[in-house]
């Protein structure tokens, strides 16, 4: 258990429909990260926040957002849902440069 | 941050020890060199990293090359858990902390 939380485990929607994905970092971390993974693309950076604020994008579509919470708490919004959307989402957190924990991940299902 | 090149897959026998080599030719002075694992589909795992010591933790040992082009990851008494996809992230420490995850390794451990 690395300590990271994400809700729901599994979403199953349709296409342009909006989901939103949630993590809960360790405590204590201030960083979190949002990676997408799919079977084509592999394990891709999406965005970074650090205490709230956004740090670094990466590959990350112009239909999604994310925003870290004052309780550091931070969600995933993913719109306009495309089949390709579909993937495991990861969510880490970290303590500045340190290494990442993961959390279990989101596996999203677009039908 | 530097690209590396990792050997698609390797099987290892459970019990021995198991050495995964990495490639990161064009590495700069500043660029840290990471192990990662996925265990079929569940969040990446870290295991080690390093500048240009050799590192050892209890999970496996880390031996990066004088001229600290290529490394290897040694775990040293596989088990069939020990099954996964390893992944060596170069990755500058300074301002940057996107992990940026190439194909891995995918290692095999058998009985």
């Known amino acids: 258990d690395s300590g990271v939380t994400q809700t729901p485990k599994h979403l199953i929607t349709a296409t342009g429909q909006r989901v939103t994905l949630r993590c809960s970092p360790r405590?204590?971390?201030?960083?979190v990260y949002w990676y997408q993974q799919s079977l084509d693309q592999g394990l891709q950076f999406l965005i970074h926040?650090?205490?709230?604020?956004?740090?670094a994008k990466g590959n990350i579509l112009e239909r999604f957002s994310a925003q870290q919470f004052p309780d550091l708490h931070s969600e995933l919004n993913l719109s306009s849902l495309e089949l390709g959307d579909s993937a495991l989402y990861f969510c880490?957190?970290?303590?500045?440069?340190?290494?990442?924990?993961f959390g279990p991940g989101t596996r999203l299902t677009v039908l | 941050d530097a690209k590396t090149t990792q050997p698609p897959s390797m099987d290892c026998a459970e019990g021995r020890a198991a050495n995964l080599p990495c490639n990161h030719s064009?590495?700069?002075?500043?660029?840290?060199v990471y192990w990662y694992r996925q265990i079929h589909s569940q969040g990446p795992q870290y295991i080690i990293h390093?500048?240009?010591n050799n590192e050892t933790n209890e999970m496996a040992s880390l031996i990066i090359t004088e001229d600290r082009k290529s490394s290897t990851l040694i775990l040293p008494h596989a088990t069939l858990r020990d099954t996964a996809v390893y992944y060596c992230?170069?990755?500058?420490?300074?301002?940057?902390?996107?992990?940026?995850f190439g194909a891995g390794t995918t290692v095999t451990v058998r009985a």
């Open positions: 926040y650090y205490n709230g604020e956004e740090r």
């Open positions: 992230i170069v990755r500058a420490s300074s301002n940057d902390y996107k992990l940026s």
């Open positions: 064009t590495i700069s002075g500043n660029e840290y």
């Open positions: 880490a957190s970290s303590r500045l440069a340190n290494e990442q924990f």
């Open positions: 405590s204590g971390d201030l960083s």
């Open positions: 390093g500048l240009k």
